[in-house]
């Protein structure tokens, strides 16, 4: 199984900046991608995703974009608020059209917003 | 979307003794999931929850450690057997909805602290 450590990649940013997250996954067969907040004891918060036959797509404030090429994913947070601070994750999936839908996640990134 | 509930929301048990987490969902869903979440870390799939049948169980976790029921489409448990401090983790519940049973929505999670 993947191996994760104890500390979260962080990033700390001013409120009213904008933010990005980025995330790179290991499979290349992976069609779906969604991005996640998880406030502290929450669980985690669907707030966007993405299908593979696509590259961006947008909702309020955030963005994500999807590089296939390099495996790479990223989100975006324009004008960031102090509500905005959270782990971020993001997730990845191959549907394959089976019953066995199933998500696999990154390791998160903390965001801090500073007022 | 759909909102997931679960209780306990958190409980700190004894080791060697064993806890039933409940998941329930305000409307019929086809896919419901258990995730485990250790400190400080990502989130790893434990099982599918099957409606009717024996939950589908991911590499690392067996049904004598975690036995799930799936009863109906709106409801699901988990138990944590024999636990000990290793088994301290937030446990969360997750729904697929949308077109393609593609999009994850979580239950608030249950925090486990074993002593």
């Known amino acids: 199984g993947e191996s994760v450590g104890l500390h979260l990649p962080t990033l700390s940013v001013q409120e009213g900046d904008n933010s990005i997250i980025n995330c790179a996954y290991s499979?290349?067969?992976?069609?779906?991608f969604i991005w996640y907040k998880q406030e502290s004891g929450k669980g985690p918060q669907f707030i966007i995703d993405?299908?593979?036959?696509?590259d961006k797509r947008q909702g309020q404030r955030v963005t994500v974009l999807l590089n296939k090429t390099v495996k790479h994913l990223s989100l975006q947070i324009a004008a960031t608020q102090p509500g905005d601070s959270a782990v971020y994750f993001c997730?990845?999936?191959?549907?394959?059209?089976?019953?066995?839908?199933?998500?696999?996640f990154g390791k998160g990134t903390l965001l801090t917003v500073n007022p | 979307s759909a909102v997931i509930s679960q209780k306990p929301s958190r409980d700190i048990c004894q080791r060697g003794t064993s806890l039933t987490i409940q998941c329930q969902v305000d409307?019929?869903?086809?896919?419901m999931f258990w995730y485990r979440q250790q400190p400080g870390q990502s989130l790893t799939l434990i099982a599918t929850?099957?409606?009717?049948?024996?939950?589908?169980?991911e590499s690392g976790f067996v049904i004598d450690k975690f036995p799930i029921s799936r009863p109906n489409l709106t409801f699901s448990t988990l138990t944590v057997s024999n636990m000990s401090p290793e088994d301290s983790s937030i446990y969360l519940c997750?729904?697929?909805?949308?077109?393609?049973?593609?999009?994850?929505?979580f239950g608030q999670g249950t925090r486990l602290t074993v002593v």
């Open positions: 929850a099957n409606q009717g049948s024996e939950a589908t169980y």
């Open positions: 499979n290349s067969a992976s069609d779906y």
């Open positions: 993405i299908r593979s036959n696509m």
């Open positions: 997750s729904v697929a909805q949308g077109a393609g049973n593609t999009e994850a929505f």
């Open positions: 997730a990845e999936s191959h549907h394959s059209g089976g019953s066995n839908y199933k998500l696999t």
């Open positions: 409307s019929q869903v086809t896919m």
